[in-house]
């Protein structure tokens, strides 16, 4: 299995455009997870997914952020309209079991925003 | 522009010597604990877990101790190699409904040294 895939690996982008991050889980999973890491607070859940249903989006920080998962291979993070405070690097997760303790991280997208 | 982020303690070893890394946490009614080794460009990678009702855990040359009545929790990786050199995360989890809500620890960078 090739892990969980996201792209773009580095994005940039000018403040007030449209970013989209992208996922496709570990084939089987049930449960994905959007993360995001500075340096300021580490790393942070933005939202939780299970049988592609948002069950938790408490920690995503503001209406500029959307997240949407079609089906169980792919999801979407979307920030519109970008920030330079949003530049972090974000990860997607998935889990056979839906325990953040089993979750297997992708490579993560590097976005920044001038 | 952004704000100087928060430097991460470092721990240096030398090639072929224990390391030993340290977490305080802070929710008592956290029932799973891991380990993540984090390396540069990628994303966390699962080490090993604890459950609360146990004290010590071992694997392959790591083992996690928890000591519940001081909320600590420590990393020890035997005969220390350069390739462990990453930032290591603690992690918290709750029990339940809550299972999937990971809380990191800020994380700590370990060098080994050859």
């Known amino acids: 299995d090739a892990g969980v895939i996201q792209s773009p690996r580095h994005e940039v982008t000018e403040m007030g455009q449209e970013v989209t991050l992208r996922c496709k889980p570990i084939s089987g999973h049930n449960s994905l997870f959007w993360y995001r890491q500075t340096m300021m607070r580490g790393l942070e859940l933005l939202i939780y997914?299970?049988?592609?249903?948002?069950?938790?989006d408490s920690g995503m920080p503001e209406d500029r952020f959307s997240a949407k998962m079609p089906n169980a291979s792919f999801s979407t993070l979307k920030i519109q309209p970008s920030e330079p405070r949003d530049s972090a690097v974000y990860f997607c997760?998935?889990?056979?079991?839906?325990?953040?303790?089993?979750?297997?991280f992708g490579q993560g997208t590097r976005l920044t925003v001038v | 522009g952004e704000s100087v982020g928060l430097h991460l303690p470092t721990l240096s070893v030398q090639e072929g010597d224990n390391s030993i890394i340290n977490c305080a946490y802070s929710n008592s009614a956290s029932d799973y604990f891991i380990w993540y080794k984090q390396e540069s460009g990628k994303g966390p990678q699962f080490i090993i877990d604890i459950r609360s009702n146990m004290d010590k855990r071992q694997g392959q040359r790591v083992t996690v101790l928890l000591n519940k009545t001081v909320k600590h929790l420590s990393l020890q990786i035997a005969a220390t190699q350069p390739g462990d050199s990453a930032v290591y995360f603690c992690?918290?989890?709750?029990?339940?409904?809550?299972?999937?809500?990971?809380?990191f620890g800020k994380g700590t960078k370990l060098s080994v040294i050859p």
């Open positions: 997760a998935s889990s056979q079991t839906g325990w953040g303790t089993e979750a297997f």
């Open positions: 997914f299970n049988n592609n249903v948002p069950i938790d």
């Open positions: 992690a918290e989890t709750g029990s339940g409904a809550g299972s999937y809500q990971l809380t």
